[in-house]
Structure formats: C-alpha cells, structure tokens
C-alpha cells in the first residue's frame, strides 16, 4: 500500500493528545444535532434520531455541532448568542476546554434562514466561470466565518454519469475538468475566508446502477481513474481542499466508507492529504444496516475508522463503540489516535484551540446586495440559449401583450436546488417566510416589459396530471403576442419533488402533464418562448428544431449563432416537428434568478451559458457521456442511438462568432505545455461573450479513448466586429489515461485539436505529437 509520511504533530496536539482519556478521544471523532427533529433532511433521518441527550454527548468534549443554524429557521443572531455561549461552556466546563467545530451544508449558499441562495451547481458549470465561482465561495465563506461556521460541506464533485439520478442538479458538470476547475474555485473562495471545504461524495457516487441514489457501482478501474477521480485530485493539490466525505455507495461490492484503497491509499498515500475524512451522515452505521458486512455497530466504526474515516456525523452512533473496542484490545489504540491527530490538528489550524468567544456577533447580514450582485451574475451567465427563430430578444419598450404561463413561472420554490434552505428545510415549516427576497419570473417579467400587457396562467403543476387548468392557459395564448412557458422541475429529496436527493427517475420526459401544456400553447399559433427551469437535463426534442450541418448551434454559419434560420424552422413544421420559437435552459438559477431569464428575454443580458451535461435523446439512452470512444455512440452496428439532442458544450447567443487560426507546436514532451491559440472573432452585431473550448482527440491509442475531450476553456468578451487571440496553456498531463498496465501516464502518440461551439463542432484544427512517456501514479 503506498503511504505518505504524515507531518508531524505540533507540539500543542501532541500535549492533548497524551493527556485525553479514551473517552475523550471518542467525542472529539462524533458530532451531535442539536436541533434534529423528525424531518427528512438527510437518508433515513427520521429514525436515526440520536438517543444520547446533548448533556451526555459533550460531556467530555465533542467534535463536531451539527447544522446548528441549518435544521429550522433560527434568527441568526439568536442561534450566535447561544453557539457562543456553548462554546464558551466548552472550554470552561469540560477538563480539556476543546471547542466544537461548527459544520453546516453550504452547496448553494449557507443552508440558514435569511442566508443568500446561489445558483445550483449545474449552474456553476453552464457559466463555465470559474473566476465567478470562486467569488460566490468567498462570499459565502464569509457569512459562515461571520456566525463561528468553520466547515462547509460542499462542493460535490461527483462527475455527472446518468442524468435519471436525483442528485444531478447538486453536480457541476459531465466533464471531469470542468468540474475539477469549477469546483477547485469554490474550494479557493470558501477556504480564503478561514473555512474548510469538503469534498464529496469521494468516490464514485453518481455512477450508481440506473441512476439509483446508494445503488452499487459497477466500473472498471481505468474510469474510476480517469474520470471520476481527478476533480478531488484537483480540489486537494491545487486546491488545497482541508476535508472529504464518503461515497455512502460500494464500488465492485466494497462499500467505500470501509475502503481504505481509496480512503487511505490514493487519498492519502498517492496525493498527500492531510485533512479530516468525514462520514456522510449516517454512513458508518449503513455498513451494517444497508451494506450488511457489519454484523454490530462496533464492527462497522472499527470498519470505518481503519480504512479512514475520521470522523462520524452528523451524531453519535457507531463511534461510540471505540473506546469499548480500544480497552478491550479489538482495535488498535494507534488508529483511534490517528484520527484524533487528525481532527485536533485541524481544530488548531481552525484556531479553535486559541478562540475567544466573549464577543459575539451584534449584527449580520447574510444577504448584503453584494451577494444579490454575485447571485445576479451568475445566474445570466448560467442560461443556455437551446434555440432562437429570431423571436428573442423581446423588445421592452413595445406595447405587446404577453402571456407567462407554466407551473415555475410564478414559483419561487422553483429558482432553487434541492440542497436549498428554502426547498431542504423551509418546506417542513409551512408559513415561515424565506427571509430573503425571491422575485419570480413572472414578478421579474412584469418589472422588465413595463410597457406590455402581461397575463398570468399556470396551466398545470409540476407533478399533477389534473389538466382542469389547461384551456385557461391556452386561451391566454391565443390572445397574446408572445407566450413565455415557465415549466420544469419543483427540488426536494426523498420523493417530495421531482429533482434532488432520493429523487430518482425512470423517464426524462418533464414530469407531470407540462409537454402537454407546452405542445398546447404551441398549437395556438402564438409564438412560444420556452423556458426550462430544472435540476437535471430533459427530453427535449420535441420542442427544438433538429440540428442541422455541423452540429454547432441550429443552422448559425459561424456555430454559435443567435438565430436559427425562418427556412428551417418551416423546414422542421413541414416535417411534422412543431418546436418553440426560442428555448432557453436554466439550472435552478436562485435568488436572482427570475430577473436574470427577464434580463436574458429583453437582451438588457445576453445568453453566454453553455450545456454542462449531453441534452439526451431518451432515457433509455442512458447513461451517456460525451467522452465516448467510437462503439459508445452511433453506430452502423446497433439500431439504438444514444446520440443526445444537444451536445456537451453547445449553447447559443444574441450574436454569432467564429474561431480560426488554431495553432500548436508540432512536438510536445510530456513534461511541457501544450501552447494553443485561437482567433475569436464575432461576427454578429452586439457586444457578446463567447465560451472558447479546446478539444482533444489521441488518434491512436494502447486502450480506447473518447473521440473528443476537453482540455481547455475561457470565457472571453467581444464587441461586435472584434476579435481576439486567445492562448492556452494546456499541461500535457491532462492527457494522460491509464494504461493496459493499470498505470496512469501520457502516452506518445499524434493528438488532434479542435475549438468550435460544442463537443461535435470541430470548427478549427491542428495536430501535435507528443513524445516519450511517463507514469503519473506510481
């Protein structure tokens, strides 16, 4: 087994060390809830409730409070008062004065009443942003810091593999690089404000079978390496990523919360972590109650804590074996040491062990314009423009009438993620207002177009198949200009909504009746502006025109056009498709969401978001990924096409651009750089943001490998007419794979190179050599 040296301990750990009972190593390994109660906020919580009284718990110290502002709506300056009282209790009243650590969820924004909501993770990878992301991590790092919050469980790095499994909308992307980039930033921005991050869900979680949430992992070792592992290896190297947290999945039958191959062996061994590795909650009993290869508690925590997991959440339960097991010689004294090292160590780089806590905090504002302003940028920055006749962008100033119709467009449920205050929490306490100012998308279109005459039907709910509210909205159609239909996806988890944790789905079809309702309103004649505001990509094909030459965007000369010609929009209806005039997809775009689609609708905004995951044919064509090599799309030998609506990487705007002059040096070192540059140029008649993306195929190889693979992105503005040099420099690491041999290296050989408006457009090329060979993973 590869291992690393661990650093030596500070003195100060080293002295507690030496003087903590086993019982007080124990606590300082267990975190507690105080607030749980009977609500479905995490797997199987409702009867996991801890029966250890909090006195009991933190009577000789504790390592962990869990979501103390995160479980129901507490004033936050209330909850401080007591966090601080608490903490001082705990230096004063048990014999070695160790604080807690204060851990809370923070994927899209602090999960606590009255905290800012940031767009969802997929979000985060349509904006292709990464220098945005790392802005709303410190943002919210900051109002975490501000309420003595010192652990973050987000980001998740879960490579998205089948877009049926609920927690899609919680990922960044199907791309390993880009979620490694993305996620790496909000590593950054949330750790420079003094919070650890913590990666999850390591490993291997989004390629349950079917796209079950904790179903078994079947993939072989070269996928798991190179794809699902390098954005953890990101997040840890460059990142500097302080913790991590369990897959609660088994992979080839080995449950990864008792795996030390990838808890100890890669994690720590192969890339030199040094942080803390937190159970997923519940995770270590699991091994005994849903894996079954514990027969006790005790057996699963000395499972658990031998092969790396440090520490249990969210509150005691098998970790209060450990002493028990120590003292009677069951499990080796050294490896409950170690995970004490390992928490106290990060307490003192917390500055916990040295924290004053007489002054607490008189005044917060978890939800200042400036993060309204982050918020509101990425959100426009998120949208994908899917298609455009030429209907978009409305024109404010007309006198027109618009009809805004669809189960999301006065929702504000549905601007935010499953992992939301709002959709995680705030549901189970009917009444409570956000805290926070939700503006819809109807309320947002009304503020946008103060000249038009702006009508409201819902048509249908998400979920319900009741079709009573139908000819409602459809005769509002009738008598308008424009229709914009607002449908999608409504989060939450365990079977309450659509999306979102335990929500699992068998078809990708929009849930309930809303192709219905769409296909309706269609029929009227009116022209239908398309708005899709969900956690997961969808069946969409029969509200897109087909694509048509290169793949790149919709019949647009240059790829990325904003309109797509009348000629084939007649085209596809004499054909017998009847597609929106315009489409435009949203992840869950939060709390500025509403007005990002109104800006993006009258183009005070334009569209510069990109697909983050393969737009799919079916659900049967899953699961799918564009890092595909030849036999893993269409073929001349299977009657099935799994080849998506659109592409990985494709996305429209209000201009058009055009790339050319790509250029490589001929030979490459697998040590060296890749240099790459490209032309930009837009050719359309506004100002617009182009996401620039560079491709890479190994022609010839000793295993398969995809037929396109992203090595390099950038976001650049261009004024109409301009143009631009962009540079890549791309490490020839990024295309290395893991050989016949099961060694991760970059292998010599002839390497093709592409930008162009999507994963499928190969717009301009080149080639480069690369030269000798190395191994990356010895």
């Known amino acids: 087994m590869l291992q690393k040296t661990p650093r030596p301990l500070s003195p100060r750990v080293e002295a507690l060390l030496e003087r903590m009972t086993l019982e007080e190593k124990q606590a300082q390994l267990m975190g507690f809830w105080v607030d749980q109660g009977d609500?479905?906020?995490?797997?199987?919580?409702?009867?996991?409730?801890?029966?250890?009284?909090?006195?009991?718990?933190?009577?000789?110290?504790?390592?962990?409070?869990?979501?103390?502002?995160?479980?129901?709506?507490?004033?936050p300056l209330e909850r401080a008062r007591w966090l601080w009282a608490e903490q001082r209790r705990l230096q004063q009243e048990t014999r070695l004065g160790i604080p807690a650590l204060v851990h809370e969820e923070c994927l899209t924004g602090l999960a606590a009443w009255q905290a800012a909501t940031f767009p969802t993770p997929l979000a985060?990878?349509?904006?292709?942003?990464?220098?945005?992301?790392?802005?709303?991590?410190?943002?919210?790092?900051?109002?975490?810091?501000?309420?003595?919050?010192?652990?973050?469980?987000?980001?998740?790095?879960?490579?998205?593999?089948?877009?049926?499994?609920?927690?899609?909308?919680?990922?960044?992307?199907?791309?390993?690089?880009?979620?490694?980039?993305?996620?790496?930033?909000?590593?950054?921005?949330?750790?420079?404000?003094?919070?650890?991050?913590?990666?999850?869900?390591?490993?291997?979680?989004?390629?349950?079978?079917?796209?079950?949430n904790h179903a078994p992992v079947h993939l072989g070792r070269r996928e798991i390496e190179d794809v699902l592992l390098p954005p953890f290896e990101m997040a840890i190297r460059e990142g500097g990523?302080?913790?991590?947290?369990?897959?609660?999945?088994?992979?080839?039958?080995?449950?990864?919360?008792?795996?030390?191959?990838?808890?100890?062996?890669?994690l720590r061994g192969r890339w030199g972590f040094e942080g803390v590795v937190v159970s997923d909650y519940f995770a270590v009993d699991f091994l005994r109650t849903m894996h079954r290869i514990a027969a006790d508690r005790g057996e699963a925590a000395a499972l658990a804590i031998s092969a790396g997991i440090d520490v249990e959440l969210p509150s005691p339960d098998a970790y209060t074996t450990l002493a028990g097991q120590v003292r009677a010689g069951a499990l080796d004294a050294r490896v409950l040491d170690r995970a004490v090292a390992r928490v106290l160590s990060q307490k003192e780089k917390l500055g916990l062990l040295d924290a004053d806590f007489s002054r607490e905090p008189t005044a917060v504002d978890l939800d200042p314009p400036a993060h309204r302003?982050?918020?509101?940028?990425?959100?426009?920055?998120?949208?994908?423009?899917?298609?455009?006749?030429?209907?978009?962008?409305?024109?404010?100033?007309?006198?027109?009438?618009?009809?805004?119709?669809?189960?999301?467009?006065?929702?504000?449920?549905?601007?935010?993620?499953?992992?939301?205050?709002?959709?995680?929490?705030?549901?189970?306490?009917?009444?409570?207002?956000?805290?926070?100012?939700?503006?819809?998308?109807?309320?947002?279109?009304?503020?946008?177009?103060?000249?038009?005459?702006?009508?409201?039907?819902?048509?249908?709910?998400?979920?319900?198949?009741?079709?009573s509210a139908l000819p409602a909205a459809v005769a509002e159609a009738e008598a308008a200009d424009v229709a914009v239909v607002v449908v999608g996806d409504r989060a939450g988890l365990f079977g309450r909504g659509t999306v979102g944790e335990g929500n699992?789905?068998?078809?990708?079809?929009?849930?309930?009746?809303?192709?219905?309702?769409?296909?309706?309103?269609?029929?009227?004649?009116?022209?239908?502006?398309?708005?899709?505001?969900?956690?997961?990509?969808?069946?969409?094909?029969w509200a897109l025109?087909?694509?048509?030459?290169?793949?790149?965007?919709?019949?647009?000369?240059?790829?990325?056009?904003?309109?797509?010609?009348?000629?084939?929009?007649a085209a596809d209806r004499a054909a017998g498709a009847v597609p929106a005039a315009a489409a435009l997809q949203t992840f869950f775009p939060g709390e500025e969401g509403g007005p990002a689609v109104a800006a993006l609708l009258s183009g005070r905004a334009t569209p510069s978001g990109r697909l983050p995951v393969?737009?799919?044919?079916?659900?049967?064509?899953?699961?799918?990924?564009?890092?595909?090599?030849?036999?893993?799309?269409?073929?001349?030998?299977?009657?099935?096409?799994?080849?998506?609506?659109?592409?990985?990487?494709?996305?429209?705007?209000?201009?058009?651009?055009?790339?050319?002059?790509?250029?490589?040096?001929?030979?490459?070192?697998?040590?060296?750089?890749?240099?790459?540059?490209?032309?930009?140029?837009?050719?359309?008649?506004?100002?617009?943001?182009?996401?620039?993306?560079l491709y890479a195929h190994?022609?010839?190889?000793?295993?398969?490998?995809?037929?396109?693979?992203?090595?390099?992105?950038?976001?650049?503005?261009?004024?109409?007419?301009?143009?631009?040099?962009?540079?890549?420099?791309?490490p020839a690491a990024r295309l290395s794979f893991t050989g016949v041999d099961g060694v991760r290296r970059v292998e010599p050989g002839r390497i093709r190179l592409w930008v162009g408006g999507s994963c499928d457009h190969e717009e301009t090329t080149a080639m480069a050599e690369i030269v000798d060979g190395a191994a990356l993973n010895r």
Request: charged share 20%; proline share 6%; glycine share 10%.
């Open 124 to 212: 985060w990878g349509a904006s292709f942003d990464a220098d945005l992301v790392e802005e709303m991590g410190r943002a919210i790092g900051s109002s975490m810091r501000a309420l003595g919050i010192h652990q973050g469980l987000a980001p998740v790095l879960d490579v998205i593999r089948d877009p049926r499994w609920g927690r899609v909308d919680e990922c960044i992307a199907e791309d390993p690089l880009v979620v490694g980039v993305i996620g790496t930033a909000y590593v950054r921005g949330l750790q420079s404000e003094g919070v650890h991050a913590t990666l999850k869900h390591f490993v291997g979680y989004s390629a349950s079978q079917a796209g079950r």
């Open 504 to 541: 699992d789905v068998e078809s990708l079809d929009l849930p309930g009746i809303q192709r219905d309702l769409v296909e309706a309103v269609i029929a009227t004649g009116t022209p239908v502006v398309l708005v899709v505001m969900t956690g997961r990509p969808y069946v969409l094909d």
């Open 614 to 693: 393969s737009l799919p044919r079916s659900a049967g064509a899953q699961p799918f990924s564009y890092l595909r090599p030849v036999l893993g799309g269409r073929t001349d030998v299977t009657s099935a096409d799994p080849t998506p609506v659109r592409p990985f990487g494709y996305g429209l705007s209000y201009t058009t651009f055009s790339h050319e002059e790509l250029t490589a040096a001929d030979v490459v070192g697998v040590g060296a750089d890749l240099r790459v540059t490209v032309r930009v140029r837009n050719t359309g008649s506004r100002t617009g943001t182009d996401v620039v993306q």
């Open 241 to 266: 990523a302080r913790s991590v947290m369990n897959s609660y999945t088994d992979i080839d039958g080995v449950p990864v919360a008792a795996d030390p191959y990838y808890l100890d062996e890669v």
């Open 698 to 730: 190994d022609e010839v190889a000793s295993v398969t490998r995809p037929l396109a693979q992203l090595i390099g992105f950038q976001r650049v503005t261009l004024d109409a007419g301009t143009s631009q040099v962009v540079r890549f420099e791309v």
């Open 373 to 467: 302003a982050i918020a509101r940028r990425l959100a426009e920055e998120s949208v994908v423009l899917l298609s455009n006749d030429g209907i978009l962008p409305l024109d404010p100033s007309a006198r027109q009438r618009i009809a805004v119709i669809g189960p999301n467009a006065d929702s504000a449920e549905a601007l935010m993620g499953c992992y939301s205050f709002v959709n995680h929490v705030l549901v189970h306490h009917p009444g409570t207002e956000p805290g926070i100012a939700l503006p819809t998308v109807l309320q947002s279109i009304r503020e946008e177009f103060p000249h038009a005459d702006i009508v409201h039907s819902p048509g249908c709910a998400v979920e319900s198949a009741d079709r």
């Open 545 to 569: 025109p087909a694509l048509r030459g290169d793949g790149a965007g919709g019949g647009a000369v240059t790829g990325l056009g904003a309109v797509n010609s009348r000629a084939h929009a």
């Open 39 to 75: 609500e479905v906020v995490a797997p199987m919580s409702g009867g996991k409730k801890s029966s250890t009284r909090y006195e009991e718990a933190v009577a000789d110290g504790i390592g962990h409070l869990t979501r103390v502002y995160g479980t129901r709506p507490v004033d």
